[in-house]
């Protein structure tokens, strides 16, 4: 089939690769001129055969926006918008009815894979109505994992996002268990050789896992991680997935500490372990550490 | 090579069948006669030819105790003791140590595997010094899984335990990530499908484990788990993880958050929030339910 | 001076009470015609001579929303509207430009006091243009308690919000540390009077506070607590003050785990906790407890 | 009465003054010579009558067993031993079978007062027989705060140590939750005048208390702490909270929340977060920070 791509960087790029891999057509804008197939979203619309479906693969917000916003003019009725960016999904159903306003379909589509999709796969989440869905199906089909899993239509429109969203989340959890116990192992001297037991777990454990495969991979580059600062950002669907939480009462208490963990990182010094040191100076006459 | 084990239930039965099918001698004692090769610890030390390396499987504790005291007596010096048990990390100096004075050496060993240890192959930690853990070698590599990972010298006596005590602790909060992340899928209604969401997440994402192929497992017996209660024992390990923590004065949110969320699951009302009922009812004139 | 006093439930009706004892003249509106002084927003305006100063106290949402609205067209240039609800303080920009349009100011207002203000005071915390707060002054110091402190112009509009949000959100967190003390004091046998200890630490400790005193008065009522169940709702603060953290990239560790705890108080069963009990039965045929 | 008081340091000076204040007799040893009334313990114990009272002051720990070790030598049957220092509640069992066996008795006590406790008073939570407390009972008077609370029995042998190692532990919990929506004002740019917002909370609020005016004056002193470091010492009764609570399945999440906190505090850098990092570099060829 025919695929119109809005977005090629590191994710877009990979991807337009896998795609083409499988045999179908597609044709790529970009604003770098450089990695663009064609000029101008009309370009791109122009280019393909009806009923088109243009998947977006750029930043979540204004850029989605905007680009949903102009291809809501320059489509017809019939055609098929995915957002496969990192949209949050509360922003999902307002694209559905802005372009369904139009006669145009939509599906959200979560996307993991970073670096190791194009030959691996990526894993896809999606939600929307089935026709929608069916009509972008070869190319999801391109995209995901040989195996039998790694694709999912998760349910309505926002569904794929939501999805991924709830996946980041673990994620955010897995990696600060594996981390904790790091430092714990690290801390002790009886314990010899803590690579050594990463490295033991990847078979035959409860805790095998992909994550753990990488974390073998990072200690044997850089036995102690020395080379690292102690530093980790966070992308949206870590916060969005606490929010979430928070909207549903739902108790999230692993995943949050893990958000957090990431949030402190990021201090220089924490303002609020100040208050704390003026407090215990102001009863007990502790000894604080002053600059 | 020979084998003495002690304690032959779920976990000891398996592992002899494991080492026998290795082609090693194995003879069992067990207080249950009809699992029993010998009916005596003393007929057990009889039977085996020095140096001799008996293994110990029974519960950690008073049981785990009794035996290495008992062992201590009946062994000579040259011989080995192996505790293979769920033993705290601290007590395992303590028993090389005791073992020690008799000539007699320890090798601690913690073992991951549970029902799935026998076809599996059974992870192992082990902790002591490099003469001892050299004559139960063979035993190591028979029990261990078949590929290249799975067993690990993780360093001094105690840190054996000290390992697997950590893997379980990361165990937990892996195990609570998941529990997370499903329960606000369940939540929300967007998300139609949360039990095939899980299942693609088995290829090409960054969460892909043994515990997410064990939870698709589950729903696919239990689609929501109704027919399970909200409950979850824990063991000693998760305990344990925590206080070698805060004795290291390393912070360990996730894996501390997912074993207070055992506890609460274990309480049929919950005390402190008696008191904040309590307390909201004081100042606000809240409407509190009562029984 | 005047005021106009939109909703006279618990709080409003003693609010009035309150200011009226202050020697000032109070017009109160409500649906409810039993309550109210006058029976429409119009004869309320109406009835207040220029320039107006109008105290909206109504629930948060929808009813604080449309009476704003309805307020923007009958107010006159130079009135001032004082949102003394629970707004959350995202709101208040949104009112603070809708009234300005129209030439009318606007003060947002936290509350604090509850069943005691009428006797003791209301502690307020408010936002907005010197100018605005300037009008609405001589009825704050009505309502403040009578000492040097309890009132306080926290900044722009939204501060007065933002503050008594987080004012909630500490409240919270203090709750949750007497309610884990309590209970884990409870816990165990060598501690034989547990409300004694309460009692006694209402002198001449770190920890002695207004929420000690609440916590002792219930113990008086109900040693052990045994009439209630420990279920606890939450209000909109609570959440927003963790969602307000989120987005500034501050970590609230006790806060939000304050705030989940009452999450889990009110679920009958633990969806999560199942989760937890269908892998343990997965991986170790550990028994769970099933239905 | 007359009181042998062993240990003159900052706690046991001001403690002797108090008491001498109240009009008892007060002989004070201490290893420093310029502050000690004797210069041994046994001088101590000879220029008491009996039935002594010996009030020991000293380091939790070595310091408190090896003086507890030469008072079982020096003190004769119906002499009573206070232990009134920080020890852990699992010591008082020990201490007071040691003594018992001597015929001598035993009472342990939590005290909390710090610099502050020589002008208002000492709040002690004390655990012992009936008979034993009855002896002390004058010192413990003396040592009070003068209002209807301050000091209570609260058991047996261990629950004076363990109500007051509870009491700090929720004296954790509350300085979090001042700190936590401390740090959040600070962050927004909404609220011009966060000291102001504190001091204001001080009467009508529902979290006024001795923390919060504590507060107070160390912004009054530094507005916005630039002066301190975000670093906190922890002392031993934070941690051994965690453990009761562990070894008694009650859920801690503030307290232990508050307690991680504060071992953070005091990381350069933080070990767990490099292994966030390295993982993110892994899967996502995220930038992170390298030193």
Redesign the interface.
Known sequence: MELGLVGLG?MGGNMRERIRRAGHTVIGYDRNRDLADVHSLKELVDSLQGPRVVWVMVPAGAATQSTIDELAELLSPGDVVVDGGNSR?TDDEKHAEQLAAKGIGFVDCGV??????LE??????Y?GDAEHVAKVQPVFDAL??E?????????????GH??KM????????????????????????????VR??F??????????????D??V???DD?EH??????????SGEG?W??????D????????????????????E???????????????????????
């Open positions: 590191k999904w993991s894979g970073g670096v190791w999709g691996n796969g990526y894993a896809l989440m939600g995901k994992p195996g039998d899993f790694g694709s999912v239509h998760a349910g309505k429109v926002g569904a939501f999805a709830v996946h980041n989340g673990i994620e955010y959890a897995m990696m600060q268990a594996f981390a904790e116990g790091w430092e714990l192992l690290e801390a002790v001297e009886s314990v010899t050789d050594e037991v490295r033991s777990w990847q078979e035959g454990t409860v805790i095998r896992s992909w994550l753990l990488l974390a991979r990072a200690l850089d991680l020395d080379r690292l600062r102690g530093y980790a950002a966070d916060r997935t606490v929010e979430a939480a928070i549903n009462a739902v108790p999230l208490p692993a995943i949050t500490a893990s958000l957090f963990a990431r949030f402190a990182s990021r201090q010094d924490s303002p609020q372990m100040k208050m704390i040191a003026a407090l215990r100076n102001q009863f007990g006459g502790h000894a604080v550490e002053s600059k």
